[in-house]
């Protein structure tokens, strides 16, 4: 990695009403995280030493946000919409301290890799004044165009004010941009708004620092990783890509996919060697799943950890705050939320398991119920090693029931039962011979009548 100090500023004072959402367009989540959050971690992993987040008048959210990804991200308001350079200049206290390389992205372009913004950043290093990175959609339609000749970067031209020859370039202008640190904040407070928008163009950056006899330059991407989000449709396009990429990275780390396409991750999804996913499952954020782990058909995961060798489903859900230690067994139409569950421990059937401790090597039957919920609060249950639960039994918390203690079936446990000891609580079994003639010949007559 580059040791020149990096400042990034990334544009976050988007309107986004094409989204049609209350929620600022770059709160929406891909694979799980906000727009703001997955370019703020690739530009993270590409080295940024400073962040400055330029965002819209009262959006607190997104500041709030920007913070909690980056604590010490400086945050702009850009009062007006005057354009891209002008909201690079929104950040201009940042861009005073000094850096050696600045970095200019759009929030809502999610899925550039940190490859590919050390690709962008690198010419910076041999002297360059401006890097931009450009693209080829299959419609050029409505960007900028890259007018380059040899290796140089002659200008960016927005289609608005492109001529004829210009409009028929097809690398467009992905919207990133290097800038050489010292020189930023001259070229930046150059450009002016003399173009048929009215606005102040980052773009003319290039042909800026050419006049100063500055060298500017192009770098390439796939169209994939610079496809930026304006409405629903495209963000389901974003959507799309990044699970593919998720999907072959998990399968290069060494997961086994049975029907890759029927699975869904989220960007922080771990897993371990020679896991075995089975098709249409989701992980929601925060799931981290060990070696060996077996996760059958129509699983849905969030905030939960697998030890190696667990084994789930079909059809689990594990919500957050689920720990389940190594070998643990989790069957079919089994809920957990809050529940640590220590290894060898089998919850097989039809069981909800919330707030709770299970310890190890104990089997709850199917149908096992937690009663954690008074409609005011939450109570905590706690099962002993080696204790075996009866089917359709329910555990009143707050509860304990001891190590190797047995439960009978169909319990209601309203109170503690000792270490080894045996509760059975359910009411006793009649039975009346004959009752079930007698009372149908009865009707009979009753009819006739
Ligand atoms: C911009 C580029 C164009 C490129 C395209 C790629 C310029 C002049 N044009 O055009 O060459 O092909 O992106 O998508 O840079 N923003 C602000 N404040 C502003 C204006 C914009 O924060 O005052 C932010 C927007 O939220 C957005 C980004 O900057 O994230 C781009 O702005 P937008 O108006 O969409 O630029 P384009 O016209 O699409
Ligand atoms: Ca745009």
């Known amino acids: 990695m580059s040791d020149r100090s990096l400042l990034v500023v990334v544009l976050a004072a988007g309107e986004g009403t094409r989204m049609k959402s ?33 965002v819209g008048p009262g959006r607190e ?60 950043r690198a010419p910076l290093a041999e002297g360059a004044a401006v890097a931009a990175l450009g693209f080829e959609p299959e419609d050029p339609t409505g960007y900028g165009r890259l007018v380059t000749s040899g290796d140089e970067l002659v200008a960016i031209r927005e289609e608005k004010d492109a001529t004829a020859a210009e409009k028929a370039v097809r690398f467009c202008n992905a919207g990133l941009m290097a800038l050489s640190g010292k020189d930023a904040l001259s070229i930046l407070d150059r450009i002016g708004n003399a173009n048929s928008k009215g606005e102040y163009y980052l773009t003319d950056a290039v042909e800026i620092a050419r006049a100063d006899g500055r060298a500017a330059v192009a770098a390439k991407a796939d169209v994939d ?16 890509i990044l699970q593919k990429r998720l999907r072959l990275a998990a399968m290069a780390e060494g997961a086994t996919l049975i029907a890759p396409e ?37 699983c849905h995961l969030e905030g939960a950890q697998l030890a190696p060798g667990v084994s789930i489903g079909p059809y689990a859900r594990l919500r957050p705050g689920t720990r389940l230690d190594e070998g643990v067994r989790i069957g079919n139409f089994v809920e957990t939320k809050a529940a640590h569950i220590e290894s060898g421990a089998k919850v097989n059937h039809l069981s909800y398991v919330g707030d709770a401790h299970v310890g190890a090597n104990a089997n709850l039957g199917a149908g096992t119920i937690t009663c954690n919920y008074d409609g005011f609060s ?18 009143v918390a707050p509860v304990t029931i001891g190590a190797g203690a047995y439960v009978g079936t169909g319990a209601v446990i309203t109170s503690d039962v000792p270490e080894d000891a ?21 009707r009979a007559d009753a009819k006739k009548k």
């Open 225 to 240: 990783e610079v496809a930026g989000v304006n409405s629903r449709i495209q963000l389901a396009e974003a959507e799309a």
């Open 22 to 54: 209350r929620l600022p367009k770059v709160l929406h989540k891909v694979a799980g995280r906000t727009m703001l959050h997955h370019v703020l971690a690739a530009t993270r992993a590409a080295g940024a030493t400073r962040t400055a987040v330029v």
């Open 262 to 298: 029927t699975v869904f991750f989220s960007a922080d999804t771990v897993l371990g060697r020679d896991v075995i996913v089975e098709p249409n499952v989701v992980f929601g954020p925060g799931v981290t799943v060990g070696d060996d782990v077996v996760i059958h058909a129509f």
């Open 61 to 120: 959210d997104v500041a709030a946000e920007a913070t909690r990804i980056v604590p010490d991200a400086q945050v702009f308001v850009q009062t007006e919409r005057l354009g891209t350079a002008h909201a690079v200049l929104a950040a201009r206290a940042a861009l005073e301290q000094g850096a050696d390389d600045v970095l200019v992205l759009y929030a809502d372009t999610p899925l550039v890799r940190p490859e590919t913004l050390a690709r962008l």
């Open 422 to 442: 045996l509760a059975i609580a359910r009411s006793r079994q009649v039975v009346k011979d004959g009752w079930a003639r007698d009372f149908r010949a009865a």
């Open 378 to 395: 939450k109570y905590r249950t706690e099962i002993g090693a080696g204790a075996f639960i009866g089917v359709n039994s329910a555990l």
